[in-house]
């Protein structure tokens, strides 16, 4: 239902921007968002868009680097990553869910397969 793509590799300083298409039954009034899982550690929010308006938030790691979209009518997200670290490699997850559940990632019902974003130093 959410199939991400745009991962691979780059060196630091790099850009990459990740897509995630969801698919009719998470709704464009679904609230959808990044979530990422380093090697070792817990997958950790990245960023989330609302279904109205244009803002963005983000995790403090990432604020003024990464930027989030959606488009509705075409019911994709999509994070623009730019400025990236070594400590930004891991596994980026699409998620959505009905409503807002905060950051933790037990609390969101539907996730992507997830896509490798692995950054050189």
């Known amino acids: 239902q959410l199939v991400e793509s745009g991962g691979g590799n780059v060196q630091a300083g790099g850009s990459l921007t990740l897509s995630c298409a969801a698919s009719p039954r998470t709704s464009v009034t679904y609230i959808k968002g990044w979530f990422r899982q380093a090697p070792g550690r817990e997958r950790e929010f990245v960023a989330r868009?609302?279904?109205?308006?244009?803002?963005?938030y983000y995790a403090d790691s990432v604020k003024g680097r990464f930027t989030i979209s959606r488009d509705n009518g075409k019911n994709t997200v999509t994070l623009q990553m730019n400025s990236l670290k070594p400590e930004d490699t891991a596994v980026y997850y699409c998620v959505a869910n009905p409503k807002y559940v905060g950051f933790s990632p037990a609390t969101w019902e539907y996730w992507g397969q997830g896509t490798q974003v692995t950054v050189s130093s």
């Open positions: 868009a609302d279904p109205i308006g244009s803002r963005g």
